[in-house]
């Protein structure tokens, strides 16, 4: 089995080392040395959303995690797309025009989400969106709920910085640009919000 | 959203809906702003709601500034039932 040092390395480098890896030798299993904490939680949910078993072990400095199997690929389903659908919400507002009307659309948006029948499978907060997803927000509960549904909640890291709300976070988790960009790729459907 | 015993009130304009929370949220009130659950309201308006506790409080702010709702109704195993006058 291979053996990957991912310790010490800065997001995103370590998702993007083990995508290589296993890439490079499909089908064999991976071992990836990682600090605990974020590393570790990106490249766990990374190969757990590809369809490989990942197993944990403690060891000095970190985490192991063994990677095996083989990447679940996509089915067709005539009449649906391929692959999740994915919500990019990049504004704290809905649309263009006077700022009050978009926020109140916004989180009229968001409530409506929960009487739908068909869910997104990830929302992702880029730009002021994230503001939805921290302390202060009327949609927190809401997004709390559709969490409990299995939406999948992400936000940016960079823009949680800019507005200083990155201890603020209330619902979903914290990602980074590549998780995003890879995310839209890979998505079945985009919707951009 | 709406958790059993919870009021709705329904507005079917969208300036007196931001008015009426403008003027809430300036006195604090606990409130939420939220679609109008699908079977109460056929058009698309808006809703207040808010919890059995706070309803004397909120109505009557209401009241006074003229920001009447069209229609009020409280969750009631799981239906909107048209509430009845304040007691």
Redesign the interface.
């Given at each position: 089995m291979k053996t990957i040092d991912c310790r010490n390395m800065a997001c995103p480098l370590p998702v993007v080392t083990v995508k290589r890896a296993l890439a490079e030798a499909p089908g064999e299993a991976l071992q990836v040395l990682l600090d605990g904490g974020a590393p570790r939680e990106n490249v766990t949910r990374f190969a757990v959303n590809r369809g490989f078993a990942v197993t944990e072990t403690l060891v000095e400095g970190g985490v192991a995690l063994e990677i095996t199997g083989e990447a679940t690929p996509a089915k067709a389903v005539i009449g649906r797309p391929v692959g999740p659908t994915v919500m990019l919400i990049a504004s704290d507002r809905l649309g263009d025009g006077p700022e009050e009307l978009g926020r109140l659309l916004m989180k009229n948006f968001v409530i409506t989400l929960l009487e739908l029948e068909r869910l997104p499978d990830r929302i992702l907060f880029v730009n002021s969106g994230v503001l939805l997803a921290t302390d202060g927000s009327e949609v927190v509960e809401a997004l709390e709920k559709l969490g409990d549904l299995g939406v999948e909640i992400f936000s940016c890291g960079i823009c949680l910085d800019y507005f200083h709300r990155r201890n603020k976070l209330r619902v979903g988790e914290i990602t980074n640009m590549f998780s995003i960009a890879e995310s839209l790729l890979a998505a079945g459907l985009v919707v951009r919000v | 959203?709406v958790n059993e015993g919870d009021f709705v009130a329904i507005f079917n304009s969208?300036h007196r809906v931001?008015k009426a929370e403008a003027l809430l949220k300036g006195r604090s009130v606990p409130m939420?702003?939220?679609?109008a659950p699908?079977n109460i309201s056929a058009d698309c308006g808006?809703a207040i709601r808010y919890a059995a506790t706070d309803r004397e409080t909120l109505e009557s702010l209401l009241a006074e500034a003229g920001l009447i709702p069209e229609s009020i109704y409280v969750k009631l195993d799981g239906k909107y039932v048209k509430a009845g006058a304040r007691g």
């Open positions: - | 959203m969208i931001m939420l702003l939220i679609p699908r808006l």
